[in-house]
């Protein structure tokens, strides 16, 4: 039983519908002295990111970080030895053989890790990564062009009472998009393991797309992609609201009326000027919270 880490799979929903897995049983020999087939071996392709657990001892047993990467999770029993490799010169056909043993069996946990529980998604120089290194003790690069590294900067969110967070800037959206390449695979790979996603937004006069238009894009962006994708909880952040003039504000407001709709819960915020960020945090950590405990209400 072999687990081997692979970019074709994005999640361990198949697991949960399989939960037992048995590798088939190699042949029985046969005659004219001939030994039976082996068992073949069974390959379960699992994300990049997946943690291997021993379900009693609860040990990490591996963490699967790079594609290729295989854990033999579980050996095959070895074959038996017929009646022929008993036989002597006086006892040609002994009515005794050894049998095969019984392949390893094991319980496991699967683990994905994840790198953050809100993952930051919008265009480059939104604010982003200065909205990160208001809210936590990350210190990401604040550029004002379009900065195009592809590593997420994840932060510790901290509200007090034990109460915390890990947000992650993940740049990558639409960098590409003037030359129609839209999402980066490995910025899908590192939204994948985030579990609400908070889409930024720039509200300001300066910006060539209008709110609306960022969140429509943003959007059809993230659909293109996969089911579990499109499935994760949303929030908006309307940045740079303290650079609204009439024009923009009122293009703002149509945004606003669209998250409506689409029952998106959305802020107006200023990462430059601190403007609603612990209102942003706090709603933020009650969703987090929820996705946490899905059986218990948030206490209020
Ligand atoms: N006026 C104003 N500027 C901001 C605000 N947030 C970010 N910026 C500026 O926008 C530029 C891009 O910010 P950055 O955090 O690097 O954007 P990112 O590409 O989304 O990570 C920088 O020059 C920031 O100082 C804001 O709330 N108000
Ligand atoms: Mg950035």
């Known amino acids: 039983m072999v687990f081997v880490a692979s970019t074709d799979v994005d999640h361990l929903v198949e697991f949960k519908y399989r939960p037992r897995i048995k590798a088939p049983n190699g042949a029985p020999g046969e005659g004219s002295k001939r030994a039976g087939r082996d068992g073949e071996d069974v390959i379960l392709p699992v994300p990049v990111g997946t943690i291997i657990k021993d379900l009693e001892s609860n040990e990490v047993l591996c963490d699967l970080r790079t594609t290729g990467e295989r854990f033999v999770a579980a050996e095959g029993g070895r074959g038996g030895v017929g009646n022929a490799a008993y036989a002597t010169p006086t006892r040609r056909a002994p009515r005794f053989a050894k049998p095969g043993l019984a392949g390893e069996e094991r319980t496991l946990i699967l683990e ?79 939204i994948e393991r985030t579990t609400i996603l908070l889409l930024v937004v720039d509200a300001s006069p300066f910006c060539q797309l209008p709110p609306r238009e960022q969140l429509i894009i943003l959007g059809k962006e993230l659909k293109k992609y996969s089911l579990p994708l499109s499935l994760k909880p949303r929030m908006v952040a309307f940045n740079k609201t303290d650079l609204l003039d009439e024009a923009s504000r009122e293009a703002l407001e149509r945004a606003e009326k669209y998250c409506r709709r689409l029952k998106m819960t959305s802020f107006r915020i200023s990462a430059l000027r601190g403007d609603n960020l612990k209102e942003l945090l706090e709603t933020l950590y009650a969703r987090v919270y929820e996705e946490r405990h899905p059986e218990e209400p948030f206490p209020l």
Do not use: C, M, W
């Open 112 to 190: 994905l890790k994840t790198i953050a529980d809100v993952g930051l998604v919008g265009f480059p120089n939104v604010g982003k990564s200065l909205l990160i290194s208001k809210v936590s003790r990350a210190r990401p690069e604040v550029a004002d062009y379009p900065f195009t590294t592809l590593t997420p900067h994840p932060g510790v969110v901290e509200l007090g009472g034990y109460r915390s967070f890990v947000i992650a800037d993940i740049p990558g959206i639409l960098e590409g998009a003037h030359k129609g390449i839209g999402l980066g695979h490995q910025f899908l790979k590192h």
